[in-house]
């Protein structure tokens, strides 16, 4: 049974009362630790699925959308290593992060924008946060 099913958003909190309410009431704590187990068991194999998918997006994005011409391909995989830490970032904390001044991290960003590595988020034209939304989707259990 998946992780989705069996301690998915209601129907998880039903078998987690009902598994406790047995182990407090019947004493049963062999179920209450099969059941806990199982739920270990699920969040690993999540966490090892989302892994190879993180993977996965790493080397399409280095293979295929970071351009690898000019001086600016090192600063583009440092870029990409930090916004795996940090998915949600703005143009200030890229020239802290990178050490560079605005018009290299203006034009950085705008290369990740146009390869759909970040999205603008804000809609502004100061103060533009940016995220990495191909990345935080991994992490989402609705759209996976």
């Known amino acids: ?16 009362y009902a598994n406790l309410t047995r182990a407090r009431t019947q004493n049963d704590l062999n179920q209450w630790v099969r059941f806990f187990l199982v739920g270990v068991k699920e969040t690993a194999e999540d966490a090892i699925d989302t892994f190879g998918r993180i993977l996965a997006l790493k080397s399409d994005i280095e293979a295929t959308r970071i351009p690898k011409i000019g001086k600016r391909t090192a600063l583009r995989l440092r870029l990409l290593t930090a916004l795996y830490s940090r998915p949600v970032i703005n143009a200030q904390q890229v020239a802290l992060l ?3 001044n605005h018009s290299t991290v203006s034009r950085l960003i705008n290369v990740f924008v146009e390869q759909g590595i970040l999205q603008e988020k804000t809609g502004f034209r100061r103060n533009r946060l940016f995220e990495f939304g191909t990345y935080l989707s991994l992490f989402d259990k609705r759209r996976g």
């Not at 049974?1 to 987690?16: A, D, I, N, T, V």
């Open 1 to 16: 049974m998946s992780h989705k099913s069996r301690l998915g958003f209601c129907g998880g909190w039903l078998l987690y």
């Open 98 to 100: 990178l050490d560079v």
